[in-house]
């Protein structure tokens, strides 16, 4: 079954050439597959886990955004931006949330007081809004940091620790998988 298809509403989007598999073969691109299918799992899964609007998350190797791998899920509230594809740049509470390496659940208000709150800069008037946000660093055992999960637009109400608790499971599951199918295609190779 091709889940890119049965999901609906759920992108891969700002896909750029992968600086640490450059010219992939047959094993590198095996693993591409199932780090994408992952992730668009794993943005599905947050967002109905957790009940939010929106979910997206992004593998950014080396903290470096020019090589971001974008997936997003929204609901039918956010349809209007379904085509929304600019590229990740790392700016605001995104990158922060990369340097600091620890989850972080804010409310509505507590996100657009935040110091590092840019309000997407010169995409505000295009990106989805945020309302509220849980997020997580995806770090591997050796604290390495793959990239972020994130939420915002919670059903009713803020983020609670309840869906914290869960949707941090969730995350250091996606890690060990995303860990588990790197060192498979390391062994293949």
Known sequence: MNHQNYYTGNKITGATPNPVIPDPDATDAAFIETANQVLIDTVELARKLVGTHQAAAAIII???????????????????????AEPATGY????????VNKPVRLTDEALKNHPEWKNFGTESDRHPPMRGWLAAPIIDRDSRNWGLVQL?????????????????????????????AWEVRNLKK
């Open 62 to 84: 080396d903290k470096d955004w020019n090589y971001v791998r974008k997936y997003f899920s929204l609901s039918q509230k956010y349809a209007a931006w379904a085509n929304y």
């Open 92 to 99: 605001g509470t995104h990158n922060w949330l990369l340097h």
């Open 152 to 180: 915002s637009d919670k059903y009713e109400g803020d983020f609670d620790e309840d869906d914290e608790r869960y949707f941090l499971q969730l995350v250091r599951l996606i890690s060990t998988t995303l860990e588990n």
